[in-house]
């Protein structure tokens, strides 16, 4: 690819293009019905149709059948597994995973996102782990390995 200076510069596509102008006469291509055809709904004024407007036909969104249930109130968590704090902890021995330290290394992406800790893996090593939320299989192993589980808000 080319390097880009201000010899190779272009606007982009559609940039240098003018606003359509309808209704300015037969020498401009768009007189008389103003590009909006004869008769019709389309050609009427203060017609606007429904985003998926098939033409009467029934619309693609209420011919396919509905299935299930989604809960508005859902909470989603992040999971984190205590295998995958062995692995951080076997690299960059650590003694507190907060929730900046999981956020920095990459565990929990979604802004103002909840973690909830699940017991699937061996923990050795005591290690005190800030989350939202444990399983009570998680919270029993941290523990037993000699760390805390600290609950945050």
């Given at each position: 690819?080319?390097?880009?200076n201000?010899s190779?510069?272009r606007a982009p596509?559609?940039?240098?293009e003018?606003k359509?102008?309808?209704?300015?006469g037969?020498?401009s291509g768009?007189?008389k019905?103003s590009?909006r055809?004869h008769k019709?709904?389309g050609?009427?004024?203060?017609?606007?149709?429904?985003?998926?407007?098939?033409?009467?036909?029934?619309p693609l969104?209420?011919r396919l059948p509905?299935?299930g249930?989604?809960?508005i109130f859902?909470?989603e968590?992040?999971?984190?597994?205590?295998?995958?704090v062995?692995?951080?902890?076997?690299?960059?021995p650590?003694?507190?995973?907060?929730?900046d330290?999981?956020?920095s290394?990459?565990l929990?992406?979604?802004?103002g996102g909840l973690i909830?800790?699940?017991?699937?893996?061996a923990l050795?090593?005591?290690?005190?782990i800030h989350?939202?939320k444990?399983?009570?299989?998680?919270q029993?192993a941290?523990e037993?390995?000699?760390?805390k589980?600290i609950?945050?808000?």
């Amino acid at each position: 690819m080319a390097i880009r200076n201000l010899s190779n510069l272009r606007a982009p596509k559609k940039a240098n293009e003018n606003k359509k102008r309808v209704g300015r006469g037969m020498g401009s291509g768009m007189g008389k019905t103003s590009t909006r055809g004869h008769k019709g709904q389309g050609s009427r004024s203060g017609s606007s149709l429904m985003r998926g407007f098939e033409g009467g036909q029934m619309p693609l969104h209420r011919r396919l059948p509905k299935r299930g249930f989604n809960n508005i109130f859902r909470v989603e968590y992040t999971v984190l597994g205590l295998d995958r704090v062995a692995e951080i902890l076997a690299s960059a021995p650590e003694t507190e995973f907060t929730l900046d330290r999981i956020i920095s290394l990459g565990l929990l992406r979604k802004k103002g996102g909840l973690i909830k800790v699940l017991n699937n893996g061996a923990l050795t090593v005591p290690v005190t782990i800030h989350a939202h939320k444990f399983s009570k299989s998680a919270q029993a192993a941290i523990e037993k390995a000699g760390g805390k589980a600290i609950q945050i808000g």
